[in-house]
Nanobody, 120 residues
Framework: EVQLHESGGGLVQAGGSLRLSCTAS????????MGWFRQAPGKEREGVSC???????YYSDSAKGRFTISRDNAKSTLYLEMNSLKPEDTAMYYC??????????????WGQGTQVTVSS
């Protein structure tokens, strides 16, 4: 079992940057595909980015070119560097472990989320 805890959210102006962190505890962190999801009020949860255990990265169309996913296995931490933020990036961001990077399905373990708010 894996326990996940996100941090790093906050309020930022459009065009700004944030780095989200997701710290894992429990089972071997580096055995899992890890991903970031977000959910805005009134909208469905969507996959933002995924990092396959082999190192391959995947991004949604909205994240490509602006967001970068990475992991530090020694620290059991997943990151999401978000640049050029837009008001439409406002959402609760969640990290997940054990998902399928091709369709963002699965996700055996989830964090509690961290709120990102981008003001215009």
């Amino acid at each position: 079992e894996v326990q996940l805890h996100e941090s790093g959210g906050g309020l930022v102006q459009a065009g700004g940057s944030l780095r989200l962190s997701c710290t894992a505890s429990g089972s071997r962190f580096d055995d899992y595909n890890m991903g970031w999801f977000r959910q805005a009020p009134g909208k469905e949860r969507e996959g933002v980015s995924c990092l396959h255990w082999t190192g391959s990265t995947y991004y949604s169309d909205s994240a490509k070119g602006r967001f970068t996913i990475s992991r530090d296995n020694a620290k059991s931490t997943l990151y999401l560097e978000m640049n050029s933020l837009k008001p439409e990036d406002t959402a609760m961001y969640y990290c997940a472990a054990g998902l399928n990077c091709f369709d963002y399905k699965g996700g055996a373990y989830w964090g509690q989320g961290t709120q990102v708010t981008v003001s215009s």
